[in-house]
């Protein structure tokens, strides 16, 4: 049980520390979780296709994939994102990465510190997610 605890520890310490490193480096201005946008609209098949991309890498060097999985690869801690793109839409699941607790009140993800891009593009990854 010791080390159970220890491992989820620290693993939110990676995740906790990945997102300071990143917001200490990219300093952004406090992002408001209504703000309604759809990125993957009114844009070129290949801007939007790398809008998906950028989302990817941004899920990928978050460490999302701790304790998220999609398709079977990633963590167990949190839900699957298989479907996620059909049970949400784009502001809500922009409204989650910002401020987790809109879902589950006890959750342990820390809210999204990215850039307003990065957002995006994670915003239009998950949302492909169908």
Known sequence: MRWLTAC????????GCKH???TDANPTPPRDATVRRNPTREQTPTKAANLLERGKRVYDETGCATCHAIGGIGGTIGPKLDGV???YDEAKLRQIL??????NPNTLMPAFEGSEEDLEALVAYLKSLR
């Open 8 to 15: 989820l520890l620290s693993c939110l310490l990676f995740v």
């Open 98 to 103: 910002l401020k987790p607790t809109t879902l």
């Open 85 to 87: 793109g059909k049970k």
């Open 20 to 22: 300071q490193t990143q």
